[in-house]
């Protein structure tokens, strides 16, 4: 796997456009996603006349790019959103994207004005102290005109706006993770080490490594799995101790063991039960129970599935077989 990601790589540009476009349209917020040295990745929604216009004017373009790169880095700095204003005195916001300690870009929105603008203080990011000579009477009032007409937000909906978008940019990188995850994965199963389960005798998966890989967030979870054989453990305590979400765990779980999460635990639960018993001469309900299984009408249909017969058979034949 290559060593610097990029944003194609690992989002759907044209599906992030299409909700890029729906926020922008919802909020009244223009929106834009760029690459780590302010390249646009997106096509701009909902850029207002007012900012075109500026952009257009090439002393005020550079200035644009100034808020643009700086604000992205301050994002970058804090590791949220940044709110700030522009040098006309809109109001941007940039969300940072980063994988692995890698900065890969940002969402940057904005172009909006506060209703509250007295009581908000924010940042001035690029400060001008005149207006430049070069713009034209006609231009200057087309501008004047445009002004008027920006969208007006209070700043809590900012807030709002930002935070969401936040959230958005986490998903991105849940989703570049669980790429990275999955690839590096693949490179494992290239390189012979096979990801295996052998359901007849229900041994647990192979996921062990040498020294020098980098520890799955899946062995996490098969370690957690052995310790914690005794508890009820679910799909939402799981992704927590792996802090991956539980859609995504799921995908990498299922990707490099071959079967899915409660697949896997009711083969290592029941392995456990059989032991138990064989082993000692505890009832069948209190052997449930100290599985983690909540229900001992669950823990017996479980059991049957996976071995053919009920865990009273089970043990009636062992017996049978041992007094032989």
Do not use: W
């Not at 004005?113 to 990011?125: A, G, H, M, P, R």
């Not at 389960?197 to 052995?226: F, Q, W």
């Amino acid at each position: 796997m290559k060593s610097t990601l990029s944003l194609e790589e690992i989002i759907d540009i044209e599906s992030f456009q299409k909700i890029q476009d729906d926020i922008a349209q919802a909020t009244d917020i223009a929106v834009i996603m760029i690459d780590y040295k302010g390249k646009p990745i997106t096509n701009h929604s909902n850029c207002t006349k007012f900012c075109s216009m500026v952009r257009k004017i090439e002393e005020y373009s550079i200035l644009c790019e100034k808020c643009d790169s700086r604000g992205g880095l301050e994002s970058v700095r804090i590791k949220q959103a940044y709110i700030y204003k522009c040098h006309k005195g809109l109001v941007d916001f940039a969300v940072p994207i980063i994988v692995k300690d890698q900065y890969l870009g940002a969402v940057m929105a904005g172009q909006i004005l506060v209703e509250d603008d007295e009581s908000v203080e924010l940042e001035e990011i690029v400060r001008i102290k005149k207006e430049f000579k070069s713009i034209d009477e006609k231009t200057r009032k087309d501008l004047e005109q445009e002004y008027e007409k920006l969208p007006t937000l209070s700043f809590k909906k900012i807030k709002s706006v930002a935070q969401m978008m936040f959230h958005i940019s986490n998903y991105i990188v849940e989703e570049a993770i669980l790429k990275i995850s999955l690839n590096e994965a693949n490179c494992k199963l290239r390189e012979g080490k096979k990801v295996d389960i052998d359901e007849n005798l229900n041994e647990s998966v192979n996921l062990k490594t040498n020294e020098e890989d980098v520890e799955s967030p899946i062995i996490k979870a098969i370690e957690y799995i052995d310790d914690n054989i005794d508890k009820n453990i679910t799909l939402d305590k799981i992704s927590f101790v792996c802090n991956l979400s539980q859609c995504y765990f799921s995908k990498l779980f299922k990707k490099e063991t071959g079967v899915n999460f409660i697949s896997y635990l009711n083969i290592k639960k029941i392995s456990k039960a059989k032991q138990l018993l064989i082993n000692t001469e505890d009832p069948i309900n209190n052997i449930a129970i100290n599985l983690g299984f909540e229900d001992c009408g669950y823990f017996i249909r479980i059991f049957k599935k996976q071995e053919g017969i009920t865990p009273k058979k089970y043990r009636d034949l062992y017996k049978k077989d041992s007094s032989i």
